[in-house]
């Protein structure tokens, strides 16, 4: 055995003590690592949210539960669906300033049997659409065709698949890549097979809500106002001069959602802040105690030629491993206890949660890693500093 | 080899009428190679201190120690833990072992620290010597205090110190493992050029010295002179 | 006290999280219509897993001499308890479903954490024996 394995000696033959050390870096790195994946998924799922939306204006029904259905559907992929007139679209696309004005249909499907959900149905005009055209585009070039979805990642259904929606064969030509939003467990179509959908529900008994002469609905319009414009005119406008519709800005409809956000990554960023001030106050006393039961170890391998600066090494070198090994530990078991429940927070919060990217995630652990080595390299620092006080001969006398 | 020149410990503390005491007062002495030098006294008469000074353990307050020309208490404190690395064996009163390692572990502990590999058969030759070489995989836990000083003295031993510096080695140990620790330490110096302290309260361990000296009240005494004070002329000092 | 008695208490635990949790907390959603899916099946059967883990723990902690092997009978155990939900016994399709959500993932974690435990108690009941 070299003299450089002591450390490992040390903190191997000491089960216990090595046990209850590395318990408490452990408990550290998975209250940082696991507290920043959260916060980081939910910024990435509310990044996600924002980047799909693309849109300045959201023009719905002026009912209040369509701005509700809307959010829901979106944030929490609860169904829902509200419906006007469709030449609310030829009002809006007339108005000053409106660049693009893209129209979309929602319809929420039944529940099929006793292990499926209800999904959410959106039909979109592949010609203007600029809210999910492109996202589609990613996975999927050609053309909707007739009775053709597109699925979100989590809707149950394959490529090459039907999907049976109000006793209506539809085809999935494509899945979509995860968002982390509501938007996850919808089905894309276009308005023509949109059109047939609408149909096949109103023969199942599904109204409409809505009594209107035309067979021509939409439930939502999207609006991309033009450079230079103020959006905020745009709005007024819209909502003083189209009848029987809301115009709200995108940005606004979601600002409790980034609140909650807000609120949320305040309170976990002062849990992991409580937490790691605790763990350093702890391991600062489980470091000086240790050191103070050890003081005649430490007197012998004074004795046997060990430098001061030897010493301190050596302390610094069972701190690091220990530090290193519970950082490990504490990752694996944050990773463990986010990573296989992400569905599950997802729908507890009601809030977008999109699990970072690979890179970002070790980017996390990485800092963690630092973080919690950081703290046990202070905690053995001071303990070290402490050791410089010790006299090796007082130590060795202790006892006799 | 070892040479003590005037070494004082003085401690700041009340006492009586004064503010401090003398744990070792003046106290010149010199280890030869190949010589087992004695010291007794009474507890508290400052034999560990004195050891503890020569060791390099603790600084005089006033005096200096010379190691083969090397003054110890001028070196940073690296170099002077290389030098007892190398050249200076403690055998210290109280336990010594390190828990975590066996004994056979603690035994090469010395050379390992000195980054070497250390020679696992001259340290199984001392722990044989000594009558514990069937618990070289032992923890210190497990060992009698007998066991434990006897370990301590094969550590000092099979380091090939040239100075071996032992504080009541025969503290704990029977009869036969007194003599035989004792004979160690008289054909480490006779036969192994090593100077040898033996700071001891064992009758048994008298006649196995060169030369006698005892401490009283933190000063120095030669023994063969009994209650004169220590007149040092091969030193030049007068007292 | 020997230290291989430490996995089977930490086994006995676990063991006893399954039982509760697959019959309450960890359970999959029951059906409206009162119908039993498959996910119910997988749900029994990680409770009769658990029960199973449960005995050989209990057994390991009594039993001295045979607790090398009813440590190496827990290590097949707990694999089959991993490989149960969504692999041997199908689970519901939807993601959103508490059986995938829920049960799948809390369950995979509590076997593979008994599967570490009772790896680490047959070496340290070997390690004892010699």
């Known amino acids: 055995m070299g003299a450089s394995r002591l450390p490992f000696k040390n903190l191997l033959r000491k089960p216990g003590r090595t046990a209850a050390l590395l318990l408490l870096t452990a408990l550290l790195a998975a209250a940082v690592f696991g507290g920043s994946l959260v916060i980081g998924s939910l910024r990435s799922g509310l990044d996600s949210l924002e980047a799909r939306l693309g849109a300045d204006i959201i023009v719905l029904p002026s009912s209040a539960e369509s701005k509700v259905s809307f959010k829901n559907i979106l944030l929490q992929g609860t169904t829902g669906a509200f419906y006007m007139d469709a030449s609310v679209l030829d009002q809006v696309r007339a108005a000053q300033g409106v660049e693009i004005a893209a129209p979309q249909t929602f319809l929420a499907s039944l529940k099929a049997d006793c292990c499926a959900v209800k999904v959410q149905i959106i039909g979109i005009d592949p010609e203007t659409d600029f809210i999910v055209k492109p996202w589609i585009d990613e996975s999927y070039s050609h053309e909707l065709g007739d009775m053709e979805v597109v699925v979100g990642c989590n809707v149950t259904a394959g490529v090459g698949e039907t999907l049976k929606i109000y006793d209506q064969h539809t085809h999935v030509v494509a899945r979509l890549a995860e968002t982390g939003t509501g938007l996850d467990t919808a089905v894309y179509c276009s308005l023509d097979t949109m059109k047939k959908l609408l149909a096949a529900a109103e023969a199942k008994g599904v109204t409409h809500q809505i009594s209107s002469d035309t067979d021509d609905l939409i439930s939502a319009v999207y609006v991309k106002v033009k450079d230079g414009w103020d959006v905020g005119l745009v709005n007024t406008w819209l909502n003083g001069h189209v009848r029987k519709v809301t115009a709200v800005r995108a940005r606004s409809m979601f600002t409790d959602v980034s609140d909650s956000l807000a609120g949320i990554s305040r309170a976990v960023t002062g849990l992991i802040g409580a937490v790691w001030a605790l763990a350093l106050i702890v391991l600062l006393i489980a470091f000086a105690m240790m050191i103070h039961e050890r003081r005649r170890e430490f007197a012998v391998l004074r004795l046997l030629g060990v430098s001061r600066r030897g010493l301190r090494a050596e302390i610094l070198a069972e701190t690091g491993l220990c530090s290193l090994a519970g950082a490990l530990l504490g990752v694996g078991i944050a990773a463990a206890g986010v990573f296989p429940f992400t569905t599950l927070i997802e729908t507890r919060l009601g809030l977008p949660y999109l699990t970072p990217s690979a890179v970002t995630v070790l980017r996390l652990a990485s800092v963690t890693l630092l973080a919690t080595l950081l703290v046990g390299g202070v905690a053995g620092a001071w303990a070290a500093a402490r050791l410089s006080r010790v006299d090796p001969g007082v130590a060795l006398r202790e006892g006799e | 080899m070892l040479k003590a020149e005037s070494l004082s410990m003085r401690y700041f503390r009340k006492t009586g009428k004064a503010n401090h005491f003398f744990a070792v007062h003046d106290v010149s002495l010199e280890l030869r190679p190949g010589e087992v030098t004695l010291l007794t006294g009474r507890s508290g008469s400052g034999k560990t201190t004195l050891l503890h000074m020569l060791a390099g353990l603790l600084t005089p307050t006033e005096g200096k120690v010379w190691l083969g020309g090397t003054d110890l208490y001028v070196l940073p404190d690296k170099a002077l833990s290389r030098l007892r690395r190398e050249k200076i064996g403690v055998i210290p009163q109280s336990r010594s072992a390190i828990d975590t390692l066996t004994v056979l572990e603690n035994v090469l502990l010395p050379a390992q620290l000195n980054g070497e590999k250390g020679d696992e058969q001259t340290a199984m030759r001392w722990l044989e010597a000594l009558g514990i070489a069937n618990l070289k995989d032992a923890r210190p836990a497990e060992l009698s205090g007998g066991e434990l000083r006897r370990m301590a003295i094969a550590r000092a031993l099979a380091g090939g110190a040239e100075v071996i510096l032992a504080d009541e080695p025969t503290g704990d140990l029977d009869d036969e493992n007194t003599a035989a620790a004792l004979t160690l330490l008289r054909r480490a110096a006779e036969e192994d050029g090593k100077a040898v302290l033996l700071v001891t309260h064992d009758n048994e361990a008298l006649r196995f010295g060169n030369r006698r000296f005892r401490m009283d009240g933190g000063r120095l005494y030669s023994d063969e002179q009994n209650a004169r004070r220590f007149d040092a002329p091969e030193l030049g000092k007068e007292c | ?130």
């Open chain 3, 1 to 130: 006290m020997k230290k291989s008695i430490i996995p089977a208490c930490a086994m006995l635990a676990l063991s006893l999280v399954v039982i509760a949790g697959s019959q309450t907390f960890l359970a999959p959603c029951a059906h409206e219509d009162g119908s039993l899916g498959a996910c119910h099946w997988a749900g029994q059967a990680l409770l009769g897993e658990g029960c199973l883990l449960a005995v050989l723990a209990a057994a390991a902690l009594a039993l001295k001499k045979e607790r090398a092997g009813l440590y190496l009978a827990m290590i097949p155990s707990s694999i089959l308890g991993i490989c149960t939900p969504g692999g041997l016994i199908a689970l519901c399709k939807a993601p959103t479903m508490r059986c995938r959500m829920l049960m799948r993932p809390a369950m995979i974690i509590l076997f593979a954490a008994m599967l570490v435990v009772a790896l680490t108690g047959w070496l340290l009941t070997r390690r004892e024996a010699r």
